[in-house]
């Protein structure tokens, strides 16, 4: 298994500008996660699912969107890109709802709009 | 209510000391706790976490200590090496919210001198 994959690595936009940051999971997990990593700020909740077209706004939804067609991918969308969604984005995966069970991360991708 | 206060933001321990990371929570609600660890450049990754019936968890070098009353909990990294250099977050779940929703600390960058 290769667990959770993001899509890119890095990359740099321009205020304005939109992107998709990729996520797929291949363990056949329900729960997928959206989180952003800001130095000093720990991990906040942008979006989250509980399956193929069912998501809901974490803690800092604005400026995102995203969509759930498959069980396995969960693309985040930014349009209209700002300095302020200059970050490190973490997509994750767990098996099922209301357990104990560990959430599993991606990569990362670290973004700068400049 | 929803936060998870952790401290300290920076900790730099000789190699072979004790490295303690600090967590205090609000919400009496939240019955489990799962510390992350998190390498540069890596998405983080469950360490080890407790429920609130135990007072103590350890596994190997590693040990949450457990405070209900106070509302706390702790890690404890024994003989700290330098390969446990890392930021470390405490995280914080309610029971059956929907989406499974971790809440995140600050998170800790520990640095293990040799």
């Known amino acids: 298994n290769a667990g959770v994959t993001q899509t890119p690595k890095f990359r740099i936009l321009k205020i304005g500008q939109s992107m998709t940051l990729q996520c797929t999971q291949d363990m056949n997990h329900n729960y997928m996660y959206w989180y952003r990593q800001d130095p000093g700020m720990g991990l906040k909740l942008i979006y989250y699912?509980?399956?193929?077209?069912?998501?809901d706004k974490g803690e800092v939804p604005n400026g995102y969107n995203v969509s759930r067609s498959t069980t396995e991918d969960f693309p985040l969308r930014l349009e209209l890109a700002a300095p302020s969604q200059t970050s490190v984005y973490f997509c994750?995966?767990?098996?099922?709802?209301?357990?104990?069970?560990?959430?599993?991360f991606g990569p990362g991708t670290r973004l700068t709009v400049l | 209510q929803q936060q998870v206060k952790q401290s300290p933001q920076s900790l730099i321990v000789q190699k072979g000391g004790i490295s303690i990371i600090n967590c205090a929570y609000e919400?009496?609600?939240?019955?489990?706790f799962p510390w992350y660890q998190q390498f540069p450049g890596k998405g983080p990754a469950l360490l080890i976490a407790i429920r609130p019936d135990v007072s103590e968890k350890k596994e190997g070098r590693f040990t949450i200590s457990f405070n209900k009353s106070a509302k706390q909990f702790s890690l404890h990294i024994m003989d700290s090496q330098p390969g446990d250099s890392a930021t470390y977050f405490c995280a914080a779940l309610k029971a059956y919210n929907q989406g499974g929703k971790l809440i995140f600390g600050q998170g800790t960058e520990l640095s293990v001198k040799p």
């Open positions: 919400n009496t609600a939240f019955d489990y």
């Open positions: 994750a995966s767990s098996p099922r709802q209301g357990s104990y069970n560990e959430q599993f």
């Open positions: 699912s509980v399956g193929a077209g069912i998501t």
